[in-house]
Every structure is written in structure tokens, then in C-alpha cells.
């Protein structure tokens, strides 16, 4: 058999099949999505073994001689007691570090995201710079300060200006959602407009 | 469903409404898809910059044409290639594939070896494929300084020197462009380092997603144009037909997919019009009843 | 700005201690008994609506902690996972906790357990109720459109880090009529949640939530601790904004010069190795 | 010799841990739980805050211009908990079997699932492990990923394309001033992306300013100055909610499940 055709049918089946949930939930979507997670799941031992533990952990330990890799697998097991009551701690331990850890990250990371966006807005607002310079500097600040004063959790209620300046905030806010909502419609029309086409040539000569 | 009596009462109609408009959305596009209508169409300044910036690449300096997309970007990318490599022949513009993404340079070599084989056009002295090579700053460099030294050969092997295109080019002054083809963040490499240093132009070919963080670039001409996602495809191929010596063919025509994408759009708003016009009729009748 | 921050600088250092110096002060001043007042977070009394509705008619509730792995956002919500479970637990609700990361998976079953166990109902607990489904986005997604259309969840809570998939999500939630809340820190996302969704709770809001939930005063300190911090924050800007202002005026409108002088400074860390 | 050294580090590992549950009470579970955490997090402050260059009784990083003593460790440290972390994968797979597994055994309804789920996990292991030694199990692959897989993904993706039209129908309703804002700068920057939008301005000219005007220099300006300074501003309170929260964790402070809990 023509195994570029066996891909392309198989392929057609499965878009119709998930797209069959758009009608109501059905026999045929709930196969396909449980072949999908079963292909999820496989893709993922084997991604995870090729890409993360071989290179890693098992060529560093069978191949280098690096024998100390070994306690990463006790570490690892550490998270199986769980499953025993009595020795639940031990994953709770590992737990924790790992959590501290990423706590820790979080310091460096909000340095990192932050405080150059913080920099990028110290913008000047008087002459002589152009006028849409200046405006548009305005508007920036102007909507950092009100959207700011919105996430106020404890100021709201007692200053006209606070409230004043956070409802603004809102109004301004809402407008950038909306431009990030109408700014994706067009690559979501796109991956659907493949999908059609792809169903719709009958043939198996396109990618996936 | 047998459990209908606990649903919210909106619930039902809702859905049956939302089944409708689902039916309406996939019929218009397989409309739209299948036949070449003629939709109002206008080109924007970034795909016609970049069209003219190939335009005036110096036949003798090839073009770098980096595909960084693999098929889960296939709606976008593949007719933004397809529009770009055909131009490329049509015009004479000699052009080398390149990728830091595993299977962008197979994808384009696709195309490229199709629309070669139509217009009668050789590889080695209108276009190689040097293949993909995995993102290295080092790699990078030496592409700025020595490029066919650091690539060494194409993606079937042969010594790149050899190759009658790349005879001339020896380093990133001899390309006569970039364009980088992808839907992930790549485009500060060629800026950075090809642009910035030796002023090479490049052009920008982003899904629809990635576009709006380049017009920064644009303002400052860092980039010469852009084609945003299938409209930019689109663009470019209303540009191609304006070639007197235009002969193209199309695996993904994007002008029927920007079709699509256009009457999708269209609907939207037009469902947000009717869907107003229904809010306020029952808003009122329900003032009145009160 | 192009700012190299891969160690502390001066100003990075002074500004997160600053930050945290007033976060511990308001969190020990509450824990001493200075409880304040915060804001009503509309989103958030929902979740009890959204739960005590999933009892009327003894239907389950999903909640999807997002695509994180384990990190600050996740652990954020999971803190509100144990609300609702709590309540849940208390109402004999169902609570079913689709999750696509395999470190988060014990740690989301023993949040669960615990939460019916501390209402007194550890048989309640089911733990087919905690699925592991994949770790691929859309695998999850499609999983737990299942889940919900084959349940018809009667409330549905979204919360963590959300990527495309959110809408995938909330659609098919608002599709089964199930109550929505959503909240997460993923900004590109809220639009969608928004639009699909009963409440939504928008940015900083989320980290409020644990606070407003449990009204706990180690969360309201700090919760306060942080209104200080921006403002702080909002000082540093509009200071600066009159420094940028001056330097235009007497500059003539050149910014180079003072681009170079505050990257300069907000790099400058010293006794850092000669050679940057 | 080294699979007996691996073996005796096996054993050894898990001696430790058996002494390590004899040895400890509840309490100083507890402080080992609350220092761990703290010193997780403090390694990474460290690395952090300690400047570039600076070594530590003669251990110095091999980029002084860029690094401090502890820079060195981040990738080693990255390495050791992305390999734990691959290792609790089997959590979710015990998961995923048990929760299959018993569905199956027993034949309860929707067994042909659970068998579907299992035939897909092993064929996709199998072939994704094995496909560089044999031609069959590179064509097992190719149907698997690019007949199923891929399309799959693909198609539950651009199922967005649905939902974000019903989703616009239902929200953009003049029902509040808020919701009129969002729908009007959904609406500039949707028509802004296609041909049939761009015509409502084109008579516009592309010069002087009048051009500011025109739907795309709108949209353009919304997604720029007004959408990134909005963005920016959340980001920040973000940022220092993040940043409270870490401090908490970092800390333990932070109450409630999971934290603070008996050991």
C-alpha cells in the first residue's frame, strides 16, 4: 500500500474526528483522543529517554564512568514514596527543595523581566521632543501609573484619585485585551484554513 | 442528553446556535479555498518592501533564504516560501536554503526542486540547499567572516566552494540579502550580527503571531520588509502577478487562503453586529414588559 | 533598553530588598495582629457560587492547574485548588484535577486528600479523580474537553499559567453551561478568559487570591507589602520621568546620552571583575 | 567494575535514606524541610547577588568577566533536577496505567478507550526508541506521527479558529462601557489585518498626519504604545506578587495545604 496515501487517510480521519466534538461529544472523539494521549505518552518516554535521561544521566553514568549519577535515581525514587504513608516525607522533602529552588529562580527572574521594562519607561514629556514623541510617551505612562493604581488592594477606597485613576486603568486595560483578542484571530483562521485545504485536496502529496 | 433538565436554560440553544455558526465558518471557507474568487485586495508597504529590496539584490549576490518552520506552522510558512522561491527564480536572484530548525531546509527543498524543475532552473548555479545546522553564536560568526569555511558543504555533501553560486561569496558581504522564514524568535541573529555588522539587508517572513514584535525593526529599517503570516504570502503573490514574465504555481494558493482568512474575519464582525442588534431588541422588549 | 543582567546590579539589589524589606515588614505587622482590610476580589466569591451550584446538581468540578511545571504560579494554584477542594469537600462535591506535569501530580493528589480529610470526609476522596493526561499542550487540551463534555461539570476553575489552549478550555466549559472562573498571570490569555468565561481574575489579582481566600494574615501582610512595593515602584518611574524630562529640556531632546548614563547605572554592581 | 560501583552507589543511596527515616522524628523532618528549602533558594540568590569574578577560597569560575564562583554549578545543578524531574514521568505513567488498566481488566464501558490508549503509548515508545534499527518500525513511526499525531495536534489547535468566533459573538455585546472598549479595539485590530479592512481607510492619505489615521497605523499604534504599556504595567504587579509569593515559600511562610503540614 502507498504509505503517503495511509498518512494522508489517516490524517483526514483524525481532523474529522476531532472536529466531530464541535457537533457534541461522540464515540469516535473520545477513540482519537484517548490515541492521542496513548501517542502523547509514548512520544514522551521516548523523547524523555532520548533527549533528557541518555544524554544526561545514562551515557554521562554506563559510558563515562561517572558512577555518582546513580544517586540522582535514589533522589528520583524519593518521589514513589508517596504511594507509603510512612515514608510519604521523603517526597515531601524532595518536594520542598525543588520548590525553594524555584523561589529562588523567581529573585534572578524578576530582575531579568522586570527591570528593564522598568528602564524603558522613564520617558521624557516636555519639549523638545516632537509632539507624537511626547504624546505617545504620555500615553505610556499614563496608562502604567492607572493600570498600576487598579492592583491597589488596600488604597482603593479611601482616595478619590486612587479610585479615579483606577478605573481609568480598567478602561485601559480592557482596550489592550481586546487588541490582543482581534491581533489573534487571524493565525487561528490560518490554522484552520490549512486544516480545510488539507481535507479538501483528497490527496496525499501535502505535509501534515 | 438524558440529563437536558439540570442544563442552564440558555444552554441548548446556545450550542444549537453555536453549531450553526460553526457549519457556516467551515462552508464559507471550503468556499472560499475551492474557488478563486475575487476579494477587494490591497498590498501593504511591508510585503511591497521587501518584494523591491529582492528586486534590487545584485544578480551576483546570492540570497539567504533561512527556513526555521517546521509542519505545525505549515498554514503560514509553507506559501510565504513557496511566494519567495518562486520570485527568486522568476527574477534570477540565485539562492542558497539554510535553517538552525531540522526540517525547514528539507521542507524548502521541496519546493525549491519542484518549482525548479517547472522553470527550468539548475541547482548549484540558481539555487543550493546547505541544509541545517544546529544555532551556535561560534557558527554564527564564522558565517559572518567565512561562510562557505564554516559550512563547508550542502546538504547532499558536495564542498560548497565548488559550487558555481557560491563561488563569489566569502562572507556575509557577498549575500545579497537574508530572509528569515519562522515562526519562533530568530530574527536578532540576522540583525544583530549580519545587519548590524556588515549591513547586509534583511527581510522578515514571521507567522501572524510573531509579526507585531518587529515593528520596532521595521520603523528603524533595520529590516527591509516583512510578510505577516498567509496575508503577507498573499501580498507577495499579487505582487508576482504583476510579472510580466509571471508563470506561478501554487501547492497552497495563498490568495484563496487569505480568501478564507478574509470572509472569516468578515463573519466575526458580522456575528458581533447581529449579535448587538439581538442583545438590544430583547433589552428593549424586556424594558417595555417592565 | 538592552540591559545585561545575568548578576545583580546595585540598583537591582537595593530595589529587591526594598521590595521584600516591605513585603516581611506588612506580613510580620499582620501576624502581630494589624490585620487590614483588602479589596473584594469579585472573581473569587464565585468559586464558592461555582462549587455549592456543582452540589445542587451533583455534578463534579474540574479544575486545571495550566500547563506549569513547578513553579511560583503553580504552587499559587494550587493553593486555590485546596479552597475549593476544602469546600467541595465540606458540600460531598467531586472535584476532578486534570494535570499535565508528573511532579505536579503527587504533589496536586496529596493536596486533594488532605483537603477531604481536614473536612472530615477521607473516604470522599477519589483518587481517579487526579489525572495524570499528557505533558504534550494539546494532547491535555483535547483530554480535558473530553473530560468536561463527558462529565458536564457543573463549574469549571482554571487556574495557573495558560498558553493557546485557554480558550480551548473555557469554550468547551462554557459549552456545558458549567460557571467559569479563570485566573492567571499568562496576560496574552486573559482576552479569552474574558470572553468565555463568568469571572475572570486579571494579573497581579491572582496572587491576591490565596489571601482572599483564607483571610489569613500572613497573606493580607503581604498583600499589603506589595500595594507598598508598587508603589515604590510607581515613585521610582515618576521620579524618573522628571529626570528624563530635564535632561530632554537641556539636551535638546537628545536621549542617547541618557539612555548610556542609566544603563551605565543600573549595570554598575561593585567589586565585579574589570573587563565587562 | 563500574556496574558493580553503580550497584554498591545504589545501595548506598538507599541505606542512607533508610537511616536517614530511622534517625529523624517529626520535628526534625520538619526543620530539614524548612532548611532545604531555604537552601535551594539560597543558591540561587547567591549566584545572583554574589558579583561577577568573585571566588571563594580559590575556586573561581572559568569566565571571571561574566561569572562568580557559584555561575559554574547552575548548569551542573539544572542537569541533576532535570534528570530527577524525568524521573517522576513514571508518577503519571503509573497513573495513566492504573487508571486504563482497570478499565480494561474489569471491561467496564469505554474498554476499547483504555485498549486504544495502551496500543498507542507502546507502538509510539516502541517506534520513537527504536525506529534508527529497523525499516518497519520507521514506517510504524511515520503513520503514527504524521498520520496521528501531528494531525491530531494540529486539528485540536486550529479547533481555536471556532471557538474564537463564537467566543467574539457571545463577549463583544454593548452591555457596559467596558465591554464597548474591548470590542472596539478588537474590531481596528482585526479589519487592520485584512485587505477588506485596510479599504475602510484607504482614502486616507499615507503621508502627513492624516495617515495616523488609518486603520492599520491604528492598530499598529494599540498593539505598540497602548497594549504595551498596559502589559507592562501588569507584568509588574505581577512581578511583585511573584516575588512576595517566592519570598514566602522561600521563607515558610506560606500556610495552608501542602505547606507547614505534620512530616
Redesign the interface.
Known amino acids: 500500500m502507498n504509505l503517503d496515501l495511509a498518512i494522508w487517510a489517516l490524517a483526514a480521519l483524525s481532523t474529522l474526528a476531532i472536529?466531530s466534538i464541535?457537533?457534541r461529544e461522540n464515540p469516535v472523539y473520545r477513540l482519537f483522543e484517548h490515541i492521542f494521549i496513548g501517542l502523547a505518552t509514548g512520544y514522551g518516554i521516548s523523547i524523555l529517554w532520548t533527549q533528557v535521561l541518555l544524554p544526561n544521566w545514562w551515557t554521562p553514568m554506563a559510558g563515562d564512568g561517572k558512577w555518582p549519577w546513580i544517586f540522582a535515581l535514589v533522589v528520583g525514587l524519593m518521589f514513589y514514596t508517596i504511594y507509603t504513608p510512612r515514608y510519604a516525607w521523603m517526597s515531601r522533602l524532595l518536594m520542598a527543595t525543588l520548590m525553594g529552588m524555584s523561589a529562588g529562580i523567581f529573585f534572578q527572574g524578576f530582575a531579568r523581566l522586570y527591570i528593564p521594562q522598568l528602564a524603558a519607561s522613564f520617558l521624557p514629556l516636555v519639549q523638545p521632543e516632537p509632539p507624537y514623541v511626547l504624546f505617545r510617551n504620555l500615553v505610556i505612562v499614563v496608562t502604567i501609573v492607572t493600570v498600576m493604581t487598579y492592583f491597589f488592594f488596600s488604597f482603593e477606597h479611601r482616595s478619590k484619585v486612587v479610585r479615579g485613576s483606577a478605573s481609568l486603568g480598567r478602561w485601559l486595560l480592557m482596550i489592550a485585551f481586546g487588541a490582543i483578542f482581534g491581533?489573534?484571530?487571524?493565525?487561528r483562521?490560518?490554522?484552520?484554513?490549512?486544516?480545510?485545504?488539507y481535507l479538501?485536496q483528497g490527496r496525499p502529496?501535502?505535509?501534515? | 442528553?438524558s440529563?437536558a433538565i439540570?442544563?442552564?436554560p440558555?444552554?441548548t440553544a446556545?450550542?444549537r446556535q453555536?453549531?450553526i455558526?460553526?457549519a457556516i465558518?467551515?462552508g464559507l471557507?471550503?468556499i472560499f479555498?475551492?474557488f478563486e474568487l475575487k476579494?477587494?485586495?490591497?498590498v501593504?508597504?511591508q510585503a511591497r518592501g521587501l518584494y523591491e529590496a529582492v528586486e534590487k539584490v545584485p544578480a551576483q549576490k546570492p540570497i539567504l533564504l533561512v527556513l526555521n518552520w517546521a509542519?505545525?506552522t505549515?498554514?503560514?510558512n509553507?506559501p510565504q516560501t513557496e511566494a519567495l522561491i518562486q520570485h527568486f527564480f522568476l527574477a534570477r536572484k540565485p539562492f542558497a536554503i539554510f535553517g538552525i530548525d531540522p526540517v525547514g531546509p528539507s521542507?524548502g527543498q521541496e519546493i525549491a526542486a519542484r518549482q525548479a524543475e517547472r522553470l527550468g532552473r539548475t541547482y548549484g548555479v540558481d539555487w543550493v540547499n546547505i541544509g541545517y545546522r544546529p544555532l551556535q553564536l561560534p557558527m554564527i560568526l564564522g558565517m559572518t567572516r567565512d561562510l562557505p569555511g564554516t559550512l563547508k558543504r550542502d546538504a547532499q555533501g558536495t564542498e560548497l566552494a565548488t559550487l558555481p553560486l557560491m563561488r563569489g561569496v566569502h562572507s556575509a558581504r557577498d549575500l545579497g540579502m537574508i530572509i528569515d522564514v519562522t515562526p519562533s524568535a530568530t530574527l536578532d541573529i540576522w540583525i544583530q550580527y549580519f545587519h548590524g555588522a556588515v549591513g547586509t539587508p534583511v527581510g522578515y517572513a514571521p507567522?501572524?503571531?510573531m509579526a507585531?514584535e518587529a515593528?520596532?525593526y521595521l520603523q528603524s529599517k533595520q529590516i527591509v520588509g516583512m510578510l505577516a503570516?498567509?496575508?503577507g504570502a498573499a501580498e507577495y503573490a499579487a505582487l508576482l502577478q504583476q510579472r510580466p514574465d509571471a508563470s506561478l504555481a501554487w501547492?497552497?494558493p495563498p490568495m484563496r487562503?487569505?480568501n478564507?482568512?478574509?470572509i472569516?474575519?468578515?463573519?466575526?464582525?458580522v456575528?458581533?453586529v447581529?449579535?448587538?442588534y439581538q442583545?438590544?431588541t430583547r433589552h428593549r422588549r424586556r424594558e417595555e414588559q417592565a | 533598553m538592552d540591559l545585561r543582567l545575568e548578576h545583580a546590579s546595585l540598583f537591582v539589589l537595593v530595589l529587591e530588598l526594598l521590595l521584600c524589606g516591605l513585603i516581611l515588614a506588612r506580613i510580620f505587622a499582620a501576624r502581630g495582629g494589624r490585620i487590614p482590610f483588602i479589596r473584594r476580589i469579585p472573581g473569587l466569591s464565585a468559586i464558592d457560587e461555582g462549587v455549592g451550584r456543582a452540589t445542587e446538581?451533583?455534578?463534579p468540578v474540574l479544575f486545571s492547574l495550566g500547563l506549569g511545571g513547578l513553579d511560583i504560579v503553580t504552587l499559587q494554584a494550587l493553593a486555590v485548588l485546596g479552597h475549593v477542594a476544602r469546600l467541595a469537600a465540606r458540600y460531598a462535591s467531586r472535584v476532578i484535577v486534570p494535570v499535565v506535569d508528573a511532579v505536579i501530580f503527587p504533589v496536586t493528589e496529596e493536596v486533594l486528600r488532605d483537603a477531604y480529610a481536614a473536612e472530615g470526609k477521607p473516604e470522599l476522596f477519589q483518587p481517579e479523580d487526579v489525572r495524570f493526561l499528557s505533558d504534550q499542550q494539546f494532547a491535555y487540551a483535547s483530554g480535558v474537553m473530553g473530560i468536561i463534555n463527558r462529565e458536564?461539570v457543573a463549574s469549571s476553575f482554571l487556574f495557573g499559567s495558560f498558553f493557546a489552549e485557554s480558550l480551548i478550555l473555557a469554550e468547551a466549559g462554557h459549552?456545558?453551561?458549567a460557571v467559569q472562573v479563570a485566573g492567571t498571570p499568562s496576560t496574552t490569555q486573559i482576552p479569552f478568559f474574558i470572553a468565555a468565561c463568568d469571572y475572570t481574575i486579571i494579573g497581579e489579582e491572582y496572587y491576591a487570591a490565596s489571601a482572599y481566600l483564607t483571610q489569613e494574615p500572613t497573606f493580607l501582610g503581604s498583600l499589603i507589602g506589595q500595594d507598598w512595593g508598587k508603589i515604590a515602584l510607581l515613585a521610582t518611574i515618576v521620579i524618573m520621568v522628571g529626570v528624563a524630562s530635564l535632561w530632554s529640556l537641556t539636551h535638546g531632546g537628545a536621549m542617547t546620552g541618557f539612555e548610556e548614563k542609566l544603563t551605565g547605572f543600573l549595570q554598575y554592581m561593585p567589586g565585579a571583575a574589570a573587563g565587562r | 567494575m563500574l556496574a558493580l560501583k553503580i550497584l554498591l552507589g545504589f545501595a548506598a543511596g538507599i541505606a542512607f535514606l533508610g537511616l536517614l527515616d530511622r534517625f529523624t522524628n517529626t520535628r526534625s523532618r520538619r526543620l530539614l524541610m524548612v532548611s532545604f528549602t531555604f537552601l535551594g533558594g539560597l543558591f540561587y540568590l547567591l549566584e545572583f547577588v554574589i558579583p561577577p569574578g568573585t571566588g571563594f577560597l580559590g575556586w573561581q569560575a572559568p569566565n571571571p568577566a561574566r561569572d562568580n564562583f557559584l555561575s559554574p554549578l547552575i548548569e551542573q545543578i539544572g542537569q541533576v533536577v532535570l534528570v530527577i524531574g524525568g524521573f517522576a514521568f513514571g508518577l503519571g505513567l503509573l497513573n495513566l496505567a492504573a487508571l486504563h488498566g482497570r478499565t480494561l481488566l474489569r471491561g467496564r464501558p469505554g474498554w476499547v478507550n483504555s485498549l486504544a490508549f495502551f496500543v498507542a503509548m507502546v507502538g509510539m515508545t516502541v517506534a520513537g526508541l527504536f525506529q534508527a534499527n529497523s525499516p518497519t518500525l520507521r514506517t510504524v513511526h511515520r503513520l503514527l506521527f504524521e498520520g496521528l499525531y501531528?494531525p491530531l495536534?494540529?486539528s485540536v489547535f486550529s479547533i481555536l479558529?471556532?471557538f474564537?468566533?463564537?467566543a467574539?459573538?457571545?463577549a463583544?455585546?454593548?452591555?457596559s462601557g467596558e465591554a464597548t472598549l474591548m470590542?472596539a479595539a478588537a474590531?481596528i485590530v482585526?479589519?487592520a489585518?485584512?485587505?477588506?479592512?485596510?479599504?475602510l481607510t484607504?482614502w486616507l492619505p499615507?503621508q502627513g498626519w492624516l495617515a495616523y489615521f488609518r486603520i492599520?497605523q491604528v492598530s499598529?499604534w494599540l498593539?505598540?504604545v497602548l497594549n504595551m504599556a498596559a502589559l507592562r504595567a501588569v507584568g509588574f504587579g505581577i512581578g511583585i506578587g511573584g516575588l512576595a509569593m517566592s519570598l514566602r515559600v522561600w521563607l515558610s511562610l506560606e500556610k495552608g495545604t501542602y505547606f507547614g503540614k505534620e512530616m
Do not use: C
Request: proline share 5%; aromatic share 14%; net charge positive.
Open positions: 472536529f464541535l457537533y491581533s489573534t484571530v487571524m493565525a483562521m490560518a490554522l484552520l484554513t490549512y486544516r480545510i485545504w479538501l502529496e501535502i505535509g501534515t | 442528553m440529563d439540570t442544563e442552564r440558555e444552554v446556545q450550542r453555536s453549531r455558526i460553526y465558518l467551515a471557507m471550503a479555498l475551492l476579494l477587494p485586495f490591497l501593504g508597504p509542519p505545525g505549515y498554514g503560514e509553507y521542507l507567522t501572524a503571531v507585531p515593528y520596532p503570516g498567509i496575508k501547492k497552497y487562503a487569505m478564507a482568512v478574509s472569516a474575519h468578515v463573519l466575526i464582525v456575528l458581533i447581529l449579535g448587538n442583545y438590544f | 446538581m451533583g455534578r458536564s459549552q456545558v453551561g | 501531528q495536534g494540529a479558529a471556532f474564537i468566533t463564537t467574539a459573538y457571545r463583544f455585546r454593548i452591555r470590542m474590531f482585526m479589519m489585518q485584512v485587505p477588506m479592512g485596510m479599504m484607504d499615507t492599520e499598529d498593539m505598540t
